[in-house]
């Protein structure tokens, strides 16, 4: 009898799987209205003369079940040395507004799309530049993107997060860059 009604209390006690716990949410409610994210992605990138580094953190909030809207800080360095040119160098901060929907999705894995604007501001040198006088250029850019992935929770409010993204960039000096390509990050959420 005490095994029963010991067993019973701890029952009572536990909340059923996919139920939230007494405290909040649990894991599988980390796209519920009202929830915020705290997020981002760090890049390197070094191959033949070229290196590239990039932080871009992004803070939001769930404004519907599965919808967030956040806004994005960039943060890049390219270094490229040229045999015919020299070195060429690039300093970048940007910011900007992200929307990411999720699509279905459960406890295991989220996948979900998402657009992004972002606006930047760059300082560019060159040792071509320099020798002829002409010192640090400055350039603005607009540019967005768009993307596909997947967040993997690993813990009541933090996710993995894997992607697939295309960028096109529109430079104040009638140039136009578009890449695409692989990242990976993390995103907490927070109750």
Do not use: H, K
Not at 87 to 100: A, C, D, E
Not at 112 to 122: G, I, P, Q, T
């Amino acid at each position: 009898m005490r095994l029963a009604a010991l067993s019973l209390v701890a029952a009572r006690s536990l909340p059923a799987l996919g139920q939230s716990a007494p405290d909040g949410p649990n894991a599988w409610d980390q796209t519920a209205t009202g929830v915020r994210l705290l997020g981002g992605a760090a890049t390197f990138t070094r191959f033949d003369s070229n290196t590239s580094a990039s932080l871009a953190p992004r803070v939001g909030r769930f404004v519907a079940d599965g919808l967030a809207v956040s806004a994005a800080l960039q943060l890049a360095y390219t270094r490229s040395e040229l045999a015919t040119a020299g070195t060429f160098s690039s300093t970048r901060v940007g910011v900007g507004p992200t929307v990411t929907y999720y699509v279905g999705g459960g406890a295991t894995a989220r996948p979900f799309v998402e657009a992004d604007l972002l606006l930047s501001y760059a300082r560019q040198t060159s040792d071509v530049g320099d020798a002829l006088g002409q010192g640090p250029s400055w350039d603005a850019s607009v540019g967005g993107g768009l993307a596909a992935g997947v967040d993997l929770p690993i813990a009541r409010n933090v996710a993995l997060r894997g992607q697939a993204f295309y960028r096109a960039q529109d430079f104040s000096f009638d140039d136009e860059l578009t890449y695409y390509g692989l990242s990976a990050g993390f995103t907490t959420f927070i109750y």
